[in-house]
């Protein structure tokens, strides 16, 4: 056990699998001597040198799609993209060649390869620099989309995302970055596809991701302090998603909050909202919720970032009128 | 130039093999047999072949939507190439791609590309890798001039340099971004010039000369072999028939067309052996039959091929994923 931040569990992760496997590399802006625009690689150029940990020009297009074409001959490349907002800029290489090309050539090549994306508000970085752009990913089949909240999830995440012969969308909270806990360096992968009970509770279950686990955890304590039982999902792989503990949980609880950082309006929570309607009907006493933020960009100044983005008080306000 | 008469013959038989293939895939397209779109490559045998002729069987190519050409020179199989035309289980893709999607890694093809410029990309991260493991490897990025509009080409043109990749950059200017003549749709008469930007060396060939193809290339690879980073060929040549089938053309002046049907890569290979004494007209000719009953095994394989399975529709998304996606 070593007690790390999430962002060197990223680090960590990556150091563990490229030790073992050359064929692992990193492309992407500043990443080398640079460490990282949020200093996620940090010193890893020091270890594995140049090749491996390779800074790119700044041509997110070109990150991804340099990433399929290594992964389709052979390595397992980890494409940084710097913000999870500049995916726009390379959307044609994830959506129609990483996602696509296995399914298009019959099976015929494997992609392998993981794309860093730091997501998220709370930066003061505004409305290209915070956004929560998960359902785009989601929403195309071929991608796999995994978003940990604590260092400990980060790192087996990590694992298996590398190991995952399909391309694996890694979502990382640049709120949480500083965020420490105890990581067991020798650890199993943690497989994707499998949910995180973060607290027990009898009373409602809220469904959160990335950095609203964190608020749904601070609202759940508070809460209790009200006699007011709240289980807190994190999913932490967002496809494929483990509706099997998310099912439980509802047989439990018959009431359920989706509590997410994206814009609400065609957001994964919608989604998953969508599926518990559809599966749990019978299990439900109220209409399923979401506390997602407001259908707006992310404004820059502190005041109307932190009314956008939602916190443990709107989490508790929806508990509350929901019980 | 050091080609045997047998290689030669050979690039005759492979430039041969792709018309009639493409010949006999408009004649089904036309007759409905063929679904979906067809972009045909008659006109520019002359560049994948020149191109492919030079290249092992593990190096690495990426194609167009006008990619069958470039497939068969790397050796694809026309069987398999026909039955993914037709839609069929049996097909390079399992009836998943169809005629813009054909790929096959065992021979290097890295898939022809539906998205115009996407496969710049691609081939950067194909170097990339062939250089990262020290296998000598190289990779063709076909192209059209149309792509050379797209951001990909830019940004793959400066990394392949920056990073001296063995990428071989060959465009196939004919012309026309789909209905848009070049002059219209960028400043430059030779696309070879924007080499300059990138510090590589920009080659302006004679498409239609296999030769002069075969030559630029062979020494494009050679530096790329060598470690000298990439090239940018442009070979200038003409699609016979419209952007797919079915374009009315009307943005092509008869005459023009008239004069580079004249310069067909195929007839003008075909009267330097006869001049040459590297092949007599009965040899062709055999050749000719023997391409044509390729082209006839590889329809009656396609038309007696079964459609894939329903239960197929969703393989193939995932290594490990199918279940799930079932559930409608």
Known sequence: ?323 | MSLSNYQIIEMYKTMKRIREFESKAMELFGEGHIPGFVHLYMGEEAVATGVCSNLNEDDYITSTHRGHGHIVAKGGDLKYMMAELFGKATGYCKGKGGSMHIADATKGILGANGIVGAGHNIAVGAGLSAKYKGTGQVCICFFGDGSTNQGTFHESLNMASIWKLPVIFVCENNLYGISMHQSRHQAIQDVADRAVAYNMPGVVVDGNDIFAVYEAANEAINRARNGQGPTLIECKTYRHRGHFEGDPTTYRDPEEVREWLNKDPIHRLFEYMIENNISTEEEIQRINEEVNKEIDEAVRFAEESPYPPLESAVEDIYTDIVEEVRVR
């Open chain 1, 1 to 323: 056990m070593r007690k790390m931040t999430y962002s060197e569990a990223i680090r960590e992760g990556m150091r563990r699998r490229m030790k073992e496997d050359p064929n692992i590399i990193i492309l992407g802006e500043d990443v080398g001597e640079f460490g990282g625009c949020f200093g996620v690689t940090g010193d890893l150029i020091k270890t594995f040198g140049p090749e491996r940990v390779r800074d790119t020009p700044i041509s997110e297009g070109a990150i991804i799609g340099c990433a399929v074409g290594a992964a389709a001959t052979g390595l397992r490349p980890i494409a940084e993209l710097m913000f999870n907002d500049f995916m726009t800029v390379g959307m044609d290489q994830l959506v129609n060649q990483a996602a696509k090309m296995r399914y298009m050539f019959g099976g015929k090549i494997t992609l392998p390869m993981v794309v860093r994306m730091p997501t998220g508000a709370g930066t003061r970085a505004a409305a290209q620099h915070s956004q929560s752009l998960e359902a785009w990913l989601t929403h195309v089949p071929g991608l796999k989309v995994v978003y940990p909240s604590t260092p400990k999830d980060a790192y087996g995440l990590m694992l298996s995302s590398i190991d995952d012969d399909n391309p694996v969308m890694y979502m990382e909270h640049k709120v949480l970055y500083a965020m420490s806990g105890e990581v067991d360096e020798n650890m199993e992968p943690i497989p994707l596809g499998v949910a995180d009970v973060k607290r027990e509770g009898e009373d409602l279950t809220i469904i959160a991701t990335g950095r609203m686990v964190h608020e749904a955890l601070n609202a759940a304590s508070k809460l209790s302090q009200d006699g007011i039982e709240v289980e807190v999902i994190d999913p932490r792989t967002l496809y494929p998603l483990d509706n099997k503990t998310i099912f439980n949980s509802i047989e439990k609880t018959n009431k359920v909050i989706i509590v997410t950082e994206e814009t609400k309006r065609g957001s994964y929570a919608g989604e998953i909202a969508a599926i518990i309607a559809e599966e749990c009907f019978d299990n439900l006493d109220a209409p399923v919720a979401r506390v997602c933020s407001l259908d707006s960009p992310i404004p820059f100044s502190p005041v109307l970032e932190d009314y956008v983005v939602p916190n443990f008080q709107d989490i508790i306000n929806a508990v509350k009128k929901m019980l």
